[in-house]
């Protein structure tokens, strides 16, 4: 049974600097004028998720403290920011498109690039509608997927390095 207690890193909850649950909230100073910014730091990064303006105290010259409300609507703000920022990139990796070959049959082409450091690459594979594979094969990872470059590779034998 969780009661709660155990925690990997102690939570804070000051007015200006929160830490719960794997996120750090710190309200900084704007650096763009007088006002304050509330940044979002996922626990093991060193780069903030989210820096966004933050609400000014009553005095008008202080900010606003953070409290559990704010909190929790940064957290999930910042974890959305992050998660299309996952989609977008793996959408930059991952290209498909559908064509009918001159033969009238529909194939899926997909293109994945495999961003490696020492040998950067993509594959082409071209599937049909049961999903079988039909061929796949290896090009530059700079690739342009259109529907003449895939029919042309399905027309070459789908084996061949086109754009290497």
């Not at 969780?2 to 929160?18: A, C, F, V, Y």
């Not at 004028?33 to 009553?58: C, N, S, Y």
């Not at 899926?108 to 690459?121: A, G, K, M, S």
Request: some cysteine.
């Amino acid at each position: 049974m969780d009661t709660g207690t155990q925690q990997t890193s102690p939570e804070i909850m000051e007015p200006r600097l929160w830490k719960r649950g794997g996120w750090t909230a710190r309200v900084i100073k704007n650096e763009g004028d007088d006002g304050w910014a509330v940044e979002m730091i996922k626990e093991g990064q060193d780069e903030p998720a989210l820096v966004a303006p933050w609400t000014m105290g009553r005095d008008k010259k202080n900010p606003k403290p953070l409290d559990q409300a704010a909190f929790i609507t940064w957290v999930k703000t910042a974890s959305e920011v992050l998660l299309r920022h996952e989609q977008q990139r793996r959408a930059a990796l991952h290209k498909s498109l559908y064509v009918t070959t001159p033969a009238g049959q529909w194939v899926e082409v997909t293109l994945d690039i495999i961003p490696d450091e020492q040998d950067p690459h993509a594959v082409l594979c071209a599937v049909d509608r049961a999903g079988t594979r039909l061929g796949q094969g290896r090009v530059a990872p700079n690739y342009k997927l259109t529907v003449d470059n895939a029919l042309r590779w399905l027309a070459g034998g789908m084996m061949s390095s086109h754009g290497e």
